[in-house]
């Protein structure tokens, strides 16, 4: 049992996964400082507010909390777009500059090659 247990805690896989999601966590604190310090004392600036959660709607007797979604969405976004922002540019390094890109008249050449070889 103490070997099964060894083959899966120090399997490869496991191990990457392990370091992606502590990356992940370090990344978010970085990117949560970003968005509460410098994103959201701009918004502060603009609005008088730190942030939307004091916007609510009254609905008779209920209040509809519409600024806590509201923040929770331009954190989210802010958070998309720099992870869009680091992916993109993470995939420019990884091209081989010598390699040419393919024309789409060439990739639909061979993609009408390969259906072809299909029949």
Same mark, same amino acid.
């Given at each position: 049992?103490?070997?099964? %247990?060894? !083959?899966?805690? /120090? ?8 370091? *992606?999601? #502590?990356?992940?966590?370090? =990344? ?18 603009? %609005?008088? !507010?730190?942030? /939307? ?8 007797? *209920?209040? #509809?909390?519409?600024?806590? =979604? ?50």
């Amino acid at each position: 049992m103490l070997k099964e %247990f060894r !083959e899966f805690a /120090f399997r490869g896989n496991l191990l990457e996964i392990a370091v *992606g999601l #502590i990356l992940a966590l370090a =990344f978010s604190a970085v990117i949560s400082a970003f968005v509460e310090g410098i994103v959201m004392a701009f918004i502060a600036a603009l %609005f008088g !507010e730190p942030n /939307f959660d004091s916007i609510e709607w009254n609905v008779g007797d *209920g209040q #509809i909390a519409i600024g806590s =979604f509201t923040t929770a969405l331009v954190n989210f976004l802010i958070v998309a777009w720099v992870l869009f922002l680091i992916v993109r540019t993470a995939n420019r390094f990884r091209r081989d500059p010598d390699v040419a890109p393919i024309s789409e008249d060439v990739q639909l050449l061979r993609e009408i090659r390969d259906l072809l070889a299909q029949r």
